[in-house]
């Protein structure tokens, strides 16, 4: 056994293979004390139940908090106002819940005198930059602990057989080895056949949403209610965060809606195959940016698409706590708040469109829109906007086409573009 480096270190456990494994390891090659903090982000998890397991695995305390409502309130809410979704797919469940999961892991760290914190992510994934980046920004004091950057089990199978031989029960098998990160705002799925790309992930890794050819005939219509952004009310019935979004996943995953498989490119440099499942947060981003779309002028839903972008890369780059979110999310906040209204959308197998939008702070001036009856439009004005727009375009035309002799390349400009 190797000199121990921490006395006490309190480890981010989730139950699954690698935080089942990571206990007896730290244990055997650091000698310290081991707390198992787990915070409930919705995963579905028997809270008792992930307790007394690490208890039983080695720790000598357990930590367990319902974080779903601060998930909802703090991170979640925040990510749905500026519209983050990573690479125009992935609506950052497990990204967005690193970040409050390492700060719990901080503060729990100080509360119990620990001089380290220590973590289960991979060497090559994203989630080590989230946790020891918010770590840093939080706790700089802190110690870092990495076992799967260390440790000489280097695949899943010999994890497998590293708990078998300790009688540590784990939540997957040699047969279906994949990895599930669940929590209220989606499932993350990976590794097995989806490491191959060409490959069609399994019908059983799925945990969220039915498969779109089984689902229910016919559809279903809901209005989903905003107020300054956020979703409060399902068919004219208030629900608190946590409640809409339960209500949504169901719903949706019922009708196979909120399948992702992608492949993205990730913080360390490297592409990975991800397959995620979204479904309240496929409906809750498509009727907030609808939403937008009628109370956000022209210029600002443009300049918040660019916001959004940097929102999600700040997101899914692990640095929630940096300066540029606050002061980004001071931006997000104010676009917000005209942002209410109601979005009509119809669900069926596979698919969800939006049927209706409206607001008491709607842009859409159906007197200047319409071609019918009541069209308030000045078409008198239209010859001298166009004439405007383009002179600067008129005037570059007229030079070329003036010294096209004296700089012959300027001839191909035009038909190269």
Known sequence: MSKPTFKKIVCAYSGGLDTSVMVPWLRENHGAEIICYTGDLGQGEDLSGIKQKALNTGAIHSVVDDLQARFVSEFIWPAVKAGAVYEGQYPLHTALGRPLLAQRLVEVALEHGADAIAHGCTGKGNDQVRF?????????????????????????????????ERGIPI????????????????????????????????ADAWQMTKDPSHAPKGSVELVMSFEQGIPVAIDGRAMDGVTLITYLNDLAGTFGVGRIDMVENRVVGLKSREVYEAPAATLIHMAHTELERITLDRATFNYKRKVSQDFANIIYDGVWFGPLRDALQAFIDHTQLPVTGDVRIRVSAGLARITGRRSPY???????????????????????????????????AQVRRNTEAAIPELQNIGEES
Not at 176 to 197: F, H, Q, R, T, V
Not at 368 to 379: N, V
Request: hydrophobic residues 40%; aromatic residues 12%; glycine residues 6%.
């Open 132 to 164: 020891e980046v918010t770590s840093k920004a939080l706790a700089p004091e802190l110690g870092i602990v990495a076992p799967l950057r260390e440790w000489e089990l280097l695949t899943r199978e010999a994890e497998v057989d590293y708990a078998v």
């Open 171 to 202: 939540p997957i098998t040699r047969e279906k080895p994949y990895s599930i990160d669940k929590n209220l705002w989606g499932c993350a799925i990976e590794c097995g056949e989806m490491e191959n790309l060409w490959a069609e992930p399994p």
């Open 362 to 396: 709607s842009l859409y001036d159906e007197g200047l829109a319409t071609y019918s009856h009541g069209d308030t439009f000045d078409r008198a004005a239209a010859k001298g906007f166009i004439d405007l727009y383009a002179l600067s375009y008129q005037t570059v």
